[in-house]
């Protein structure tokens, strides 16, 4: 039971993380806070990609150390998640420049500020 | 070579666009009639990969890629070694998505070669929007959910990019923050579903994943976490808020090409609806079909009454991009709702599909179309606000006919395109419920209304002084409308054969899961 | 040849060829019509617009705004507009709440069916 509580643990993680990231969007003012919240929703995505790569007692396939009958895992998902975190690099990058600009155009980073279109 | 080319064809049409982006600073350096030329050929060449790939597959049936293996055998099935490789499967409907992408990249690539050409920063610009163009194309010719995921954010990022690329005051910007934020947790929620299928199946190969899906909770889970950001990316109320701040900001050509963007989208939600889960959606399908209807007719409702009161044209013309999309929406849905009835999908749930299809590429026709015409009068009067414009027809007559094309199209006005495409969805849909066709056409009719306005407002009256200046735009922008008026028109007076060799084939490829699944997988 | 090209909608069907004979003829009764006028009707003889008793604008002096176009229908629908208009509240975390909000109604509907 403490085992199975103990794999599940990562998820709960994930499901924590995403939480807390969207909280800090919803209800954070701040441009750059709200930026915060995303980047963790986006690490959570990463932690979940990587956690349901999990095998147990398998092995990285690096063969040149391995041991006798290695259960190699095929590394899907970390590939998956290094192409999303350049992915989310660029993004948040790219992101946070419009807030610098936003901020130096309006004067401002409150989000219920960056209002000039609506309606 | 040329079978060579005709093989690698699916490789070529993402290899071509983002060959030309990274180039396109290089060119740059030296000249900008080098930039031009080598812009216009990127054009040409992506836009004649899309027609010969879309010729080839509406010919001869569906074609699979597989990136770094000989076929398809070697990465799945019974012999597979290696099940994980990206594999791109183009059938009917994404050759028609093809087609839209391509003609209206060409049409708008021409366009900017002449709109942009007065402004700096046109080696990113272009770099941009190649990127954008091989994004859209990669997120409707791919069979794989995660290189989905990787083209979906290429397109948003890009697309983010553009909106955001004039600035202006700052205002840009805003608008392309709202559009990066929103596209970025769609992504995320997208990639997190993808994340869950995987687990569960051990495959990112849409066929694959569609011949093992179970169902269960999780699989349910999954379907939410897909559709509603999916949605959320082709503009449906009450998830629209973005469309018309971006499409404002946007350079004109940039948001012709983001309605195509929009309906990538909009293809994916189809997908995943149609291919991923089809029938399995058993008890819910009637829920998601409603789901599509009750979107659809909010977005077709909300869209048009917003557009009527809006005094910036652009601004105008996005809520009437989400209106349109509830036409789609709500023929998608009607056919989804009727899924599990043979009678009725054969009686109307077809026909529905397939005017929601047709709209699709008519709306990618007459929209772009639109936005060209505002972008032509922006040029010349530096203004988007309608109440400080007028009396253009006297120097801008070409522009004012091509927007009279436009506006009757997408007021459903016949002989253009919009009316066929909307008489497949009034005449299908009433079979149904007859309130959604009422709604649909009383839609129509505030459609039209406000074209009016932005006709009279724009065109009408006697000439402005502030505007004696104004002539006529630039030929390459002329042709760039030309191309897609020509087809508006074309396509208004013989509906019937393109509606039997391309919307067809598309809907009987969206409704043939099994089709789909057996042509990567083999049997049936 | 025109015939093999109406579009089918199941429940009727539409071919623009005919369409376009059909206003042509329209067009050319509606010339006919037109025919009888009397031909001595020369321009400048029409009376002035009546515009509720002001003098008719100068040229160039009558360009209606566009936002006061459709006024009326406006102001009869402004029960529906002062709810729909604040909505498009412009704040980038509102956009994100209401794509969350439409997510968790689905995961009701979709859970509990």
New interface residues.
Partial sequence: MISRLLLAFPVFTVVALVILGLGAMLLKRNLIKVLMGLSLVESAANLFLIVIGYRQGGVAPIFTNVPEHPVMVLPTVQALTLTSIVIGVATTAMMLSFAMIIYKKYGTADVHKIKKLKG | MFSFCIRHLPALLIAAPLFTAFVVPLAGRLGSRVRAAWVALGAFATAGIGFALAAKVLGSGPVTYVFGALDHAQTLGAAAAFP?RIMFEVDAFSALMILISSLSSLAITIYSLAAESRQSGLDIFYAMLFLLVAGVLGMVATGDL?NF??FL?IS??AG??LV?YR?D???A??????Y???S???A??V??AI?IL??QYNA?NLAAVASRLQFG?LD??A???L???L??KAGAV??H??T??SY??APSSVTAFLVVSSQASLYALFRILYTLYGHLLQ??WV?FGW?LIILGVLSAF?GV??A??Q?DVKRLMAYHSVSQTGYMLLGAGVALAVLGNAEALA??GK?ALAGALFHMFNNALYKGLLFLTAGAVFYRTGTRN??R???LGHTMPWTMAFFMIGALAIAGI??FNG??SK??IY??V??LSPFLSILAMVVSILTL??FV??F??MFL?????EYAEAREVPRPMLAGMAILAAFVVLI??????F?DHMIAPAVEALLDRVGYIATILGGS | MTFAWTLETGSGTWNPLLWLVAFGVAVGIGLYIRSFGRADNREGDALKPFISGNEEPEDGASHLPASNLYWGFTDALKAYYQKVVPLHSGIPTDYVAWMLGVMAVMFIIVLAT
């Avoid at chain 2, 910007?173 to 709202?178: H, N, R, S, T």
């Avoid at chain 2, 009256?461 to 002084?465: D, H």
């Avoid at chain 2, 208004?492 to 054969?497: A, D, E, T, Y």
């Fill in positions: 994980i995660f995921f990787v954010e948003s990022l983010a990019a955001a600035i005051e700052g205002v910007v805003e608008a392309g923050l709202k990066a934020l929103l970025t947790i769609g995320l929620s990639l997190i994340g995987f687990a990112l909770t349910k889970i379907l939410v976490l559709a509603v950001p949605a959320m009450p998830m808020f973005w018309p701040d404002a900001a008890f819910s829920t789901f909300v009454t917003m009527l009161t005094k009686a109307f026909t309608l109440d414009l007028g009396g016949p002989p009316f066929a008489l497949l005449e299908s009433y079979r209304a406000s306005k932005v009279h407002a009256g006697p000439p402005r002084a208004g007076l013989l509906p019937r054969p509606n």
